[in-house]
């Protein structure tokens, strides 16, 4: 085989490769292992042109392409678990409330639910995680569960805001600052309470977002 026509085969073994995954591309939205179908369907057309071609050299280029097809085609139904599919660990998560957990909210979508009581678990290959009872009352939410809890507990920073207006005020000031931002829409601060339900607004935030 000349130099010209081994050129030739690897740049069209290049461009058949670019092909395949231009066509991925464009399918991958709509169909599962997209990858696999297209290298059967381009080792489809090489293999008519194995058999439908006068000249050895394009019966070789298509042989050779259809190699690299079947190659990377195998590979991606290996990764997509066609010939061996371990078993993976399942995470499962449950959580059931009396009543309804969640309730309309006409800015938010919607709010939790007060005087209602929850139960979640959660389980990772059939071993628990945790099992938490709570509520949600005039309280607030508080865990009402039975258990022992844990001392972990202790330890983590859960980040709470001491100044709950001045925080929304500074997030106000920082939005409207922002050069993608116009200028031209106001920016509003609200705090959300857990106990009530209902959105307060924060004149300081408010003045600080407003239009110019």
Not at 29 to 53: G, P, Q, S
Not at 68 to 73: A, I, S, Y
Not at 168 to 178: F, K, N
Request: aromatic residues 12%.
């Amino acid at each position: 085989m000349t130099k010209s026509k081994s050129f030739s085969l690897l740049v069209i073994s290049l461009l058949l490769i670019m092909a395949l995954y231009a066509s991925r591309a464009i399918l991958l939205h709509i169909y599962k292992d997209t990858f696999i179908y297209l290298a059967l369907v381009w080792l489809t057309v090489c293999m008519v042109l194995v058999l439908l071609a006068k000249s050895n050299w394009l019966r070789l280029t298509a042989l050779y392409a259809g190699t690299v097809f079947v190659t990377l085609g195998g590979y991606e139904a290996y990764l997509a678990g066609w010939f061996f599919q371990p078993p993976r660990p399942q995470l499962v998560r449950a959580v059931t409330s009396t009543p309804t957990y969640y309730q309309p909210h006409p800015l938010l979508g919607y709010a939790l639910q007060k005087n209602c009581q929850t139960r979640a678990t959660k389980y990772y290959d059939k071993k628990l995680l945790y099992d938490v009872t709570y509520t949600i009352d005039a309280n607030g939410w508080r865990d009402t569960g039975s258990g022992p809890g844990s001392v972990e507990g202790r330890y983590i920073n859960f980040l709470t805001i001491s100044d709950l207006a001045g925080s929304v005020t500074e997030d106000v000031r920082r939005i409207r600052a922002h050069p993608l931002v116009p200028a031209t829409i106001p920016v509003y601060g609200y705090i959300y309470d857990v106990r009530t339900g209902q959105l307060i607004e924060v004149p300081a935030a408010t003045q600080a977002g407003t239009a110019s």
